[in-house]
């Protein structure tokens, strides 16, 4: 398939190896090298990493990921910082200061103050902010959590609530916004609340499950072997066992947290990222990554484990211009080769969900799938599809290699089962997709974005669905679920500001980077938020292969899901396939039916296109009894566009002119109906039926026109007394005298 | 229903099939005649029944070279010709009964002769081919036999207390189509309605069982209970299949020799009557009245009308003991069969799930080790569309109306699609509820609109004849028959004794019902 080969040059033409991987990092990454750093904070709440100096703070939004971005900086008092965070509405800096204190910053006023603990008993383990309704920031401690709200007019804090428990340690992500208490002897009984819009939920108390490696030794959980992930909208947590090797998996619901599994780990220093869905569990010693899509609760990886790359590594000295760094050539191209080297190196970090700072070289690398290599991986081509249709972050390739897939099995004419299992997939899909009202573009996407606000509620209550109820329903209830649950929960995830600020920043950037002019709006830039315009280059490359407005159609479609619909199956699918196979059009039509099938299953409507090309190549092949069962039985739903195929196809077949004059006829498509009766000769009845239903729009030239070619000079009178009897004022018209004059000639002519 | 009066003894059906080629010089004339029923008749009366036809044929052609000679109208007997092959004519001579003023419907009788031969040719190729590879023809006439009584026996109904007394000759009646099945049409198939969900399942169903065949292009016809659902075929060959399938293959066919006297669904009232009719009884009549064709090889010619020889085996596929393996394997070998449409040798494979049948055809020439080959396509087709046969057959079981469902209440009616071979009617138990003026009112009225037809035809081949006939006939129902581009509405309305203009209008309610409105002006 020629789509595919392009389609993977911008990709891999500038890797800086052939070797194959799954996932990879991509040049340039973000440098966030700044003189006097006091070291890198991940601020999740807001999307971007701070790294403080002296007396000034610098940040860098990491969504959407541009590498070329310049840090914003805010001026800072003097201090020690143990940790960073702007609030949710970017108004206040929090740094801790030390174990017992909290100093807050107003950035516009610089007004500080600070908040201390009350006891010198307890400590502080750290702290984050919310969008809960009750509170603003949230103050993890040994000895519980207190919530706080934020009074903006006294510029201070007011405890709401308290939460009294023994905490060892914690770990929380706003994706989530879902904190973890860790307590007891080994650190593995947990205390889980989520602090959602719609309140606080707390957790019922679990464990986690360590194995023992001797009888008497009781092994400790630290937190950097717990992680929490969200995956398809759905919040799990990843918990390292050392001693088992062996990486276990819990789901919450908002009564239960129950264990998934277990995925095998090979390397004693283990990294967990999430990427478009799709966890990554980095085997840190051994170099690879090991892909899981745990949409459908299997154990088993995606693919084999494959190591990380570093991809679009420029080779020449001039490519390496292209990155905005100031650097001369040679120490750039020093620079480029340490790079190579430093893959899952010790000063690696890996940040949830998808970052990984270098800590020595100063610089974040943002981990992205190789959508094409996952595909090529297997031979399992619907659930490649079905994996693929599920990527939300690089929809346009996804889509287009399903599409690329979809054209390539039928031209290597594999299987019907295979290739109607294909079709499910994609149908149902998309199905999936307009129940959950995410495949249409830019108006709906707005009104989803404008009603977050009311839907509020449901990433809480749709995520932590009732572990009870999940379980009975099983996994259809789970599929249908996760669109919803993934969906809403990304909309809510970024809080209102955010939302608007991520909004405006992708249009600019969109803008500049993109020379098409082709400028998404706004508000989807938000849905590709963590799209990298350096991606959207690579699309670009991608739309050469295709043509036309069809193309930009389907890229601004894209931007939402990689769902097809049918319509873009006709036209992406059929169409070229069919001029390929011109030869076979049997084996086309079996897969039609597959997809009128798959669509029928799920109440999906066909455009008439299906339908007309599948006529026109049963016709071709002159299946005329098939098409004529296909036709009466309406698996090729009646259409004015149907009708005519088949009063064309049937040019040489009374039988399948009929069929589509019937379907006229049943359509009440009276014009039509009636000109196509004349044609065939039947004018007589067609003037009985134009009578019968008062059709006033067809001529009466073409009657009598098509009643003098019959030279029956008794229908000609007749059609002539039809018209003087029944449309008033006839008898004045050219019409009339002109044929009343060819009548009297033809009755006399056999009697001179 | 009892023994209709218009049963004709063996005595008055003759039936003959005779080559114009050969016998041409005298004393050689026994030489045309490859069939004659009944074959005790002396040569002498035999020779004048073909004489008198073959007198016509030559006379008629004269004026009419294309279509020399449809029927002869004596007094007491119609002679129904039908030219088989070019030169091969087959002729039915049956008396008129004036008691009961029966009229045979000449098209009715020479749907038979086609549709005999028809079977004759699906099996054993054309009698043409036949006579070219065996010119005594000897193999033709044997094979005729057979097969023309077998087919016979078909319409053959006994008395019931005259069963055990195995004398064939008195207690056996032919049964001709009469005036009682004016609401029927040979030579078309019955089809199932099906909604659109159901349509698409089946329609993707054949296409995977077609897709079994690999790359030889394979045929299939699928049928529930006696009805055709789906069809492949050219409409030639589905007609034959379908006809076969229903005489001798749908669980209806299958299930008249476990329970040897009920003879069910549309057999009941109708001339397609199986029974459990001795099929010895045609080979021992043949054995007796025609012993110089009749020898002791002809056992081995394979009798695919014989009945009771198919049954169902443990896979579901059909098998039978009807052809026999050249290598005298004790299974018999799966039957070949010829299409019309594209002159093909195919082997014909039946599956049976419940009430669903599907004939499956893939060409001779495809399959390179025979019976081996062929098991392997079975084998794929149980592994690819078995789980969807089952799927199908419940969806169809699920919309099936039983046996009544095509019955509109206060209509007795045969709707024909002259252009699709297909045809629908009133059940049969329905129509024989009709008073017998009715019946022969229509079965008159349908041999006015024959002739009209058959003008049309000669006069204006690509134009379809528009007819609208209402009859009030003596005992006051209205019998109706209206054609319009293809499709024909035949009609009896008994309790609609009011005028015509109710009798048009219970037309275009049942147009507008169930014929989608075709039938309207």
């Avoid at chain 2, 009229?103 to 549709?115: G, Q, S």
Wanted: charged share 20%; with cysteine; net charge negative.
């Amino acid at each position: 398939m020629s789509a595919i080969a392009s389609s993977s040059q911008p990709v891999v033409g500038l890797s800086s190896s052939g070797a194959l991987s799954h996932a990879y990092i991509k040049y340039p990454p973000l440098r966030y090298n700044i003189p006097g750093s006091r070291g890198l904070f991940y601020d999740d709440g807001n999307k971007i990493i701070v790294s403080p100096t002296n007396n000034q703070v610098f940040s860098w939004k990491i969504s959407p990921f541009t590498p070329a971005i310049a840090p914003t900086s805010d001026s800072l008092s003097e201090g020690p910082i143990l940790s960073i965070k702007f609030s949710l509405d970017s108004k206040l800096i929090a740094i801790q200061r030390s174990n017992h204190e909290i100093q807050f910053q107003h950035l516009e006023t610089g007004e500080t103050f600070t908040q201390k603990c009350k006891s010198e008993s307890e400590s502080l383990l750290g702290f984050f902010w919310t969008d809960c309704l009750l509170c603003d920031i949230v103050f993890v401690k040994t000895s519980g959590l207190d919530l706080f709200a934020y009074n903006s007019e006294l510029n201070m804090l007011h405890l709401v609530e308290t939460r009294k428990l023994n905490v060892n340690w914690y770990v929380y992500t706003h994706e989530s916004r879902l904190v973890l208490l860790a307590s007891g002897m080994q650190c593995k009984a947990f205390t889980g609340f989520q602090l959602s819009s719609v309140g606080i939920i707390q957790l019922p108390k679990f464990e986690m499950v360590m194995a023992k490696s001797e009888a008497n030794s009781k092994p400790i959980l630290a937190s950097e072997d717990v992680y929490i992930i969200t995956v398809y909208g759905r919040i799990y947590c990843l918990q390292v066992d050392r001693v088992a090797m062996l990486l276990h998996s819990y789901r919450f619901y908002c009564d239960a947290v129950v264990q998934q599994g277990s995925l095998p780990i090979y390397s004693s220093k283990i990294a967990v990222s999430v990427v478009d869905n799709v966890l990554l569990v980095h085997q840190v010693d051994a170099k690879v990554v090991i892909l899981y899509d745990i949409f459908l609760d299997s154990q088993s990886p995606i693919s084999a484990p494959l190591p990380l790359l570093l991809r679009g590594l420029p080779r020449s000295t001039s490519m390496g211009s292209r990155s905005n760094d100031k650097n001369g050539e040679n120490s750039e191209v020093n620079y480029l080769s340490d790079l190579e080297a430093i893959i899952y190196g010790d000063d690696w970090n890996f940040l949830i969900p998808d970052l990984i700072c270098d800590v020595s070289n100063k610089i974040l690398w943002k981990l992205h799938l190789d959508l094409e290599a996952i595909a090529a991986s297997s031979s399992d081509m619907a659930s490649v599809l079905d994996f693929l249709q599920r990527r939300k972050l690089e929809a346009y390739q996804a889509k287009h290699l399903c599409l690329a897939t979809a054209r390539t099995i039928i031209l290597e004419r594999r299987p019907l089962s295979l290739v109607a299992r294909v079709i499910d997939v994609l149908v149902s899909s998309y199905a999936n997709s307009l129940k959950t009202g995410n495949y249409f573009k830019g108006s709906r996407s707005e009104k989803r974005a404008a009603s977050t606000a009311l839907h509020e509620n449901i990433p809480a209550a749709g995520d932590m669905a009732s572990a009870s109820r999940a379980t009975i329903i099983g996994k259809s209830f789970e599929y249908e679920g996760a669109g919803l649950e993934g969906e809403y929960f990304q909309a809510s995830a970024s809080s209102g500001s955010d939302l608007e600020e991520n909004g405006t920043m992708g249009y600019l950037r969109t803008d500049t980077n993109i020379d098409t002019g082709k400028v998404p709006i706004g508000t989807e830039t938000k849905i590709i938020e963590v799209h990298p315009p350096s991606v959207q280059a690579d699309y670009d490359g991608l739309r050469n292969n295709l043509s036309g407005t069809s193309v930009s159609r389907m890229q601004e479609r894209q931007l939402t899901s990689p769902v097809i619909s049918p319509d873009e199956m006709y036209s992406f699918v059929f169409c070229p396939v069919e001029e390929e196979m011109a030869g076979e059009p049997s084996y086309l039509v079996s897969i039609m039916i597959e997809l009128l099938r798959s669509a029928n299953s799920e109440k999906i409507k066909v455009h008439p296109n299906i339908y007309v090309l599948t006529v026109q190549l049963l016709a071709r092949n002159e299946q005329f009894v098939e098409l004529g069962l296909l036709i009466i039985n309406k698996v090729l739903e009646p259409s004015r566009e149907v009708a005519l195929q088949l009063l064309e196809s049937g040019r040489q077949n009374r039988q399948i002119r009929k069929l589509g004059l019937d379907m006229l006829r049943q359509l009440n498509l009276h014009h039509d109906y009636i000109v196509s009766l004349v044609q065939e000769g039947y004018y007589l009845e067609a003037l009985r039926y134009t009578r019968k239903h008062k059709v006033v729009t067809v001529q009466p030239s073409l009657f009598l026109e098509a009643a003098l070619s019959s030279k029956d000079p008794q229908h000609l009178a007749a059609v002539l007394r039809f018209f003087s009897d029944f449309l008033p004022g006839f008898s004045h018209t050219s019409d009339h005298k002109a044929y009343y004059h060819l009548l009297t000639e033809m009755t006399l002519a056999p009697v001179s | 229903m009892g023994l209709s009066s218009v049963s004709s003894n063996t005595e008055d059906l003759q039936f003959c099939v005779f080559d114009l080629k050969r016998g041409q010089y005298e004393g050689q004339e026994l030489d045309k005649i490859l069939f004659f029923y009944p074959a005790d008749l002396p040569f002498p009366s035999q020779l004048s029944v073909i004489g008198l036809s073959e007198g016509l044929i030559t006379f008629t052609s004269i004026f009419s070279p294309e279509a020399p000679c449809e029927v002869i109208e004596a007094e007491m007997h119609s002679h129904v010709f039908y030219q088989a092959e070019p030169d091969i004519w087959m002729v039915m001579v049956v008396e008129k009964n004036t008691e009961v003023q029966a009229v045979w419907r000449i098209d009715a009788l020479r749907n038979v002769l086609k549709e005999v031969h028809s079977l004759f040719m699906m099996f054993h190729g054309s009698i043409r081919l036949l006579l070219m590879k065996d010119p005594t023809g000897v193999i033709v006439r044997s094979h005729l036999y057979t097969f023309i009584l077998d087919y016979l026996s078909a319409f053959r109904k006994w008395r019931t207390l005259d069963f055990c007394c195995c004398d064939f000759l008195v207690g056996k009646k032919l049964h001709l189509p009469s005036f009682r099945d004016s609401l029927k049409e040979r030579g078309t198939v019955e089809m199932l309605t099906v909604g659109r969900e159901a349509a698409i399942e089946v329609q993707s169903l054949v296409r995977v069982v077609e897709s079994c065949g690999g790359n030889a292009q394979c045929y299939s016809l699928l049928l529930f209970q006696d009805l055709l659902v789906s069809t492949t075929l050219c409409p030639d060959d589905t007609i034959n299949l379908f006809t076969y399938a229903v005489l001798r293959l749908t669980p209806h066919a299958l299930s008249s020799r476990q329970s040897s006297w009920s003879y069910r669904g549309k057999g009941n009232s109708g001339s397609n009557i199986i029974t459990k009719s001795s099929t010895e009884a045609a080979a021992s009549f043949s054995e007796q009245h025609s012993p110089n064709s009749w020898s002791e090889d002809h056992r081995s010619i394979p009798r695919p009308l014989q009945h009771d020889k198919w049954s169902k085996g443990k896979d579901g596929f059909l098998v039978n003991d009807i052809w026999h393996g050249d290598s005298g394997n004790s299974t018999s070998p799966t039957p070949v069969v010829y299409l019309q449409q594209t002159e093909e040798r195919m082997y014909l494979c039946a599956y049976q799930h419940c009430s669903l049948t599907l004939l499956f055809v893939v060409p001779v020439s495809s399959i390179i080790n025979g019976e081996q080959g062929i098991s392997a396509v079975k084998q794929l087709i149980l592994d690819n569309a078995s789980l969807k046969m089952s799927k199908v057959e419940e969806k169809l079981s699920k919309g099936w109306g039983g046996e009544n469902a095509y019955h509109v209440s206060g209509y007795r009616y045969l709707l024909i699609d002259a252009d699709r071979n297909i045809s629908r009617a009133s059940p049969p138990s329905k129509v024989a509820t009709l008073a017998k003026d009715s019946l022969l009112f229509l079965t008159k009225l349908r041999k006015e609109v024959d002739i009209e037809k058959s003008r049309t035809r000669w006069d204006c081949p690509d134009h379809d004849r528009d007819l609208e006939i209402c009859i009030r006939a003596k005992n006051n129902a209205w019998v109706i028959a209206r054609a319009t581009r293809g499709k024909e509405l035949y009609m009896v309305l008994e309790n609609a004794n009011e005028t015509v203009l109710y009798a048009s209008d219970a037309v275009e309610k049942f147009s507008n019902r169930y014929c989608n409105g075709a039938f309207l002006d």
